[in-house]
Every structure is written in structure tokens, then in C-alpha cells.
């Protein structure tokens, strides 16, 4: 059975940094892409940065710059580098993977940015 198990998340001040981490367990192929999704109540899940297998990274327009995915293959682990936080990025994080044709999620991460 695939799980993914986020870490990472919590409470920073505007202008602050948090790295999220997601490890796969019960893999064993490759994973296509992994990635992260954000959601605050009453929107819709939406992107936030995947990895493909390959290293082609893709970015939501309003965290390019900021935020930075990373993949350790061997460890079947994504990260998210979040540097410059604003207000607006608090969020529920999830972490994402496709995988054998089938999307998988995270139970998800609490991000909150508030001085």
C-alpha cells in the first residue's frame, strides 16, 4: 500500500522560511512525479510545484522564485524549500505522487504565515 508521510509544516513570520519533506513508502517502481498542492478553505486544491522523474520542475506563477521542489529518488522523498513566506501562503500542504497510472496524497501539512 502507497502512503505518503509529510513533515515540515507549522507556524513562520512574513519574510520566513519552512522546508516540507513527503516520504513514499510501499513503492516499488518508479514514481512518475511528485509534487505539492495547497489548499485554504473553500478554494480548490491547486498546484504549487511538482518534480517529474526527469527533474523538470513546474511552478505556481505566484511562488516562482520563492519556493523550490527537490526529489532524492533513492530515499523516494520530495522537498519544498519556501523562502520569502507571505500571508497569502498559508495553507493546508499536500504532498502528491503519480504513480503506477494513480494519483496519491498526503494526509497534509498545516503552513500558516502570520506575524
Known amino acids: 500500500q502507497v502512503q505518503l508521510v509529510e513533515s515540515g509544516g507549522g507556524l513562520v513570520q512574513p519574510g520566513g522560511s519552512l522546508r516540507l519533506s513527503c516520504a513514499a513508502s510501499?513503492?516499488?517502481?518508479?514514481?512518475?512525479?511528485m509534487g505539492w498542492y495547497r489548499q485554504t478553505p473553500g478554494k480548490e486544491r491547486e498546484l504549487v510545484a511538482v518534480?517529474?522523474?526527469?527533474?523538470?520542475?513546474t511552478y505556481a506563477d505566484s511562488v516562482k522564485g520563492r519556493f523550490t521542489v527537490s526529489r532524492d529518488k533513492v530515499k523516494q522523498t520530495v522537498y519544498l524549500q519556501m523562502n520569502s513566506l507571505k500571508p497569502e501562503d498559508t495553507a493546508v500542504y499536500y504532498c502528491?505522487?503519480?504513480?503506477?497510472?494513480?494519483?496519491?496524497w498526503g494526509q497534509g501539512t498545516q503552513v500558516t504565515v502570520s506575524s
Open positions: 502528491n505522487a503519480q504513480y503506477v497510472g494513480q494519483p496519491y
Open positions: 510501499g513503492i516499488f517502481f518508479s514514481i512518475n512525479a
Open positions: 518534480i517529474t522523474r526527469g527533474g523538470t520542475t
